[in-house]
């Protein structure tokens, strides 16, 4: 039995990376994450190291059945990020992709708030370099972004913790809540990693700026930690089911106008969170059960995604949907590994998708909250269409885009296939994946009432997308339409979501652009203060300096006279 | 008590102080250099065995000659002293292996000797400066240590290094005269200049308009020393010319030794006044420390010379320094001070880095930077561990500084502080980032990536104060209980 934090195995691991010869570096990396996922396996839930220092008790290590979950996908995605990048070899990715999984990994079985924010800070330090791993003048700038936002978010915590601290004379990392101040600051924290609605721009921002593999390891970790810091923190918090249902939706009218498909999916992964959300803020064991399982299986299935449009960049040099089509003919392998995972995402039956999300929805229909349920379903059409329907579509089929290429490389692809597996695998046999959820597994994912629900669903959604794209290409003869009740999905639906999508779109473009201008504003002001040039950094003459003296004189004196 | 143990507050001053002139006698460069390393070295010797005697058997009082308290001149070290004494020492005997190479390069032959020379009387005006428990001995060293601070400036191979000197002397010498005229009404109010007798007679003439005006005086003059803003001006041209060795030195030493004087004179000399309260000032220290810390960062922004980048940083870190005096709860101060160990392990370093640079580069223009995390690697990764620390991330010093400061903040209630703390953590990642990113991510103009690192002779000095503060900052429990003794000791005096 271990009583170490298992994330160290990947950060010191990651540490003489740097030393080895390329070939047994390479064999390295892949053993790393099985040593970590042996050893999560092995920990003994109820396990607690704690360390004593300036007198705080840290707990560098609590292993619960909460923590055990991301412990054991976590390592899995990253064997799967690292045999994607097998062909991979840029020593920076290598090891700051280790040192994020590693701190990812070590931030889940951090017992204490204060050994939280170390490695809260180190994913955030650690992952920029993935985005800056593509060495252009924009992955820069986006990682500068990314970078700022991500420490922010450890800022913010840390004042939080301090507030918390201060309040309850704990630092244990247990159930926080928002009634104080402390608790809603640290809900900001969480809530910027989780990309929750408004501060959610880094993610679509910064993810597909990074390199075709970093992406894929990016996409895992950071929003999947929030996802189960919230779990601990915030369960329960009815405000967060409202905040999860916004982010299922509005990512949609993004998603579906994009172009770049690694934004299409950045949106989608926005949108999975969203369910997460909503199944921490109901909080019961069912809805923490399904927010655990859908994490797990919605890392294995966005992995596969971003796998299957960086195996698309990587041969291509493009992700634009505008510029793709037509690849199955050179990749069918590739665009086999791609469709499974968009029926994953979709949730069709028998694809891991389903299994989890069904769990969700249930405990939301359980709670009795319709509303909610209903835009969660709305999310689920949503997401099939623009996940399931579009990536695929565009990249693989769609019109021929002339590219002839290469299939993807063997790593690529057995990461892929691996994935796919344990994508089907979990859909046909959910039970391996309940045996280590948190709480004790009451549920039937493959109820008929379920399937049919999920394929009325499914089947209507993939309708709608069939129509959107005639409406694209005969708008005449389809405003000539007679329309009856089929109205309401053929043009109320279409011109609604058209409408609120462009209003939604330039709000936020608005805020943003304002929110840029003010601190372009206010850089140029403080520049015109202390830039070089400025007043406040130039040499002074003597004479100055002692008039200052004597003014800061007057200042003391008149203070004491009042 | 042994012979040593006794006078070791006294040695530690004498040492040096009568080493100093041998320097010139020695002349030669090599000769000078190794006496001045073996004085530098035995006087660390004799400040650690003072601090363990203190921590120990507490406060330490030494009559010169014999002569009794008030009439007398004493030695008064309590923790507080005996920690500054043991910065000064420390930081000397790293500084003094590193000076060789350095000064070598940058300062003629035939001068060497004089850098010796001033080097040791400086150190013993600081270490005097922190023993001495005589106000106006305090005056005669901080005169000691600021005259041979403004030669060892001018020393410098930019021509620009005469003027900031000049400059140096100028204000520092309005500085000392601020003291002196301060103490001289306090002197005429009281009759005595000896701070424990000052501290008992002080509160009957409290609410004099003299006793006024004097608070005023001291204080001013000691914020001209530790450069508090906008106090601050001399500063930055003063480090930015200085040889990397002089800047290591005083920067980690001058402003940290006269941030002591002031802690001494506000909670040892009036502490019983409580002057803060008494005169209404707590708001105006708290705002000129925040103002310190906000200028102070954002003008480091701006440099494009990383010596006189991290010069405005350092009036940002005194800021926090008297953010810490200023908030005046034990938490607070135990900030403050732990700070002034902490900033001089972390600012030491990093000058020493760009010591390392100027040596191998013959600049510390930012844009002479480009490419350094190839060209230098040891020396690069230093800075980048010295940054850190100045940003204040975990397993540093500056973090352990931070957390006892914001907590002190809220102890008091008050969040916008504690917030403003965190924020200006944030402008020292965008400065250091700055240097950080030429290091790493833009090449040099002449493409030059060749391995040129600087001598193992100024990296092991580097690495010894950077290594310093990372391991102060995962194990801080003997900084944190000296210091928290220390603020103890102090705020015992004002009840």
Known sequence: MSSFNPGLILIIGALPVALLPHALRRVYLLVLPLIGLFVVHNLTPGTVVTYE????????????????????????????????????????????????????????????????????????ISSVFLIWAARTERAYKTGMRYLLIQVGSGVILLAGVLLWYNDTGSIQFGHIGIETLAG???????????????????????????????????????????????ARGYAGTEMLIYIGATMTAFPIFYAVIENDLRRVLAYSLNNQLGFMVVGIGIGTELSLNGTASHAFSHILYKALLFMSMGAVLYRTGTCKGSELGGLYKSMPFTTGFCIIGAASISAFPLFSGFVSKSMILLAVAEDHRWFVWGTLLFASAGVFHHSGIKIPYFAFFAHDSGH??????????????????????IGVYPQMLFDILPYPVVFEPYT????????????????????????????????????????????????????????????????????????DDIIALIEGQHGTKSMMSRSMHAGTMALIVLSVLLVFLVMMMI | ???????????????PLMAAPICVLLRHSGLAWAWATAIAGITFVLSIGLLQHIMANGTLVYEMGGWDGPWGIVYHIDEVSALVVMIVAAIAAVVM?????????????????????????????????????????????????????????????????????????????????????????????????????????????????????????VIIGFGLKLALFPLHIWLPNAYTYAPSAVT???????????????????????????????????????????????????????????????????????????????????IALEGGIIHMFNHALMKGGLFMAMGCVFYMVGSTDLKDMAGMGKRMPLTAAAFVIGGFALVGTPLTVGFISKFYLVQGALAEGWWPIAFMIMFASLLAVIYVWRVVEVMYFQKPADGDLSYNEAPIAMLIPTYVLIGAAVYFGTDATLTSEISLNAAQTLLGGSK
């Open chain 1, 184 to 230: 809603k600051l640290i809900l900001i924290a969480f809530g910027i990693k989780c990309a929750f609605p408004l501060l959610h721009n880094w993610l679509q921002d910064a993810y597909p700026e990074a390199t075709v593999t970093g992406t894929v390891v990016l996409s895992a970790f950071t929003t999947k930690l929030a996802v189960y810091a919230l």
């Open chain 1, 404 to 425: 002839r290429v290469k299939e993807a490389p063997w790593n690529m692809l057995l990461a892929m296939a691996i994935s796919s597996f344990l994508c089907i695998f």
């Open chain 2, 1 to 15: 008590m042994t012979f040593l143990s006794l006078n070791m507050s006294v040695l530690a001053v004498i040492v």
């Open chain 2, 248 to 330: 290591a030195f005083l920067a980690a030493t001058a402003t940290k030794v006269a941030v002591y004087a002031m802690l001494r004179l506000i909670y040892t000399v009036f502490g019983d006044v409580n002057p803060f309260e008494t005169y209404g000032l707590r708001g105006v220290m708290i705002a000129l420390a925040l103002l310190g810390m906000f200028a102070g960062s954002l003008l480091a922004i701006f440099q494009t010379n990383v010596k006189r980048l991290l010069a405005y940083s350092s009036i940002a870190q005194v800021g926090y320094m008297v953010l810490g005096i200023s908030i005046g709860n034990a």
């Open chain 2, 97 to 217: 292996p590193y000076a060789k190479l350095s000064i070598e390069r940058e300062i003629p032959k035939e001068r060497h000797y004089l850098v010796y020379c001033m080097f040791l009387l400086c150190m013993a005006g600081l270490i005097g400066m922190a023993v001495t428990g005589d106000a106006f001995n305090l005056f005669v060293f901080l005169e000691v240590s600021s005259l041979s601070s403004y030669v060892l400036i001018s020393l410098g191979n930019d021509r620009r290094a005469l003027t900031a000197s000049l400059r140096y002397l100028i204000i520092g010498t309005l500085g000392a005269t601020f003291y002196v005229i301060g103490l001289g009404m306090i002197y005429m109010m009281t009759g005595s200049l000896n701070m424990t007798d000052l501290a008992t007679s002080l509160p009957e003439v409290q609410d004099t308009q003299t006793i006024h005006v004097a608070f005023a005086f």
């Open chain 1, 448 to 519: 008929s009432a379920h399937v049919i629900n999920q394929l009325q669903l499914l089947l209507f959604s993939a309708l709608a997308f069939t129509v959107l794209m005639l409406y694209k290409i005969y708008p005449p003869e389809l405003k000539s339409t007679n329309l009856d009740s089929d109205w309401i999905y053929r043009k109320f639906m279409p011109c609604v979501m058209q409408f609120a999508g462009k209003w939604i779109v330039r709000f936020d473009r608005g805020v943003r652009s304002e929110t840029l201008k003010v601190l």
């Open chain 1, 53 to 124: 220092t300036l007198g705080l008790t840290l707990e560098l290590l609590r292993v619960d059945r909460l923590a055990m979950v991301w412990g054991y996908i976590f390592n899995i995605a990253a064997f799967l990020a690292m045999l994607f990048a097998f062909h991979e070899r840029d020593t920076m990715q290598q090891v700051s992709a280790l040192i994020y999984a590693g701190a990812a990994i070590a931030a889940v079985f951090a017992g204490d708030l204060v050994t939280l924010f170390v490695y809260w800070e180190l994913t955030a």
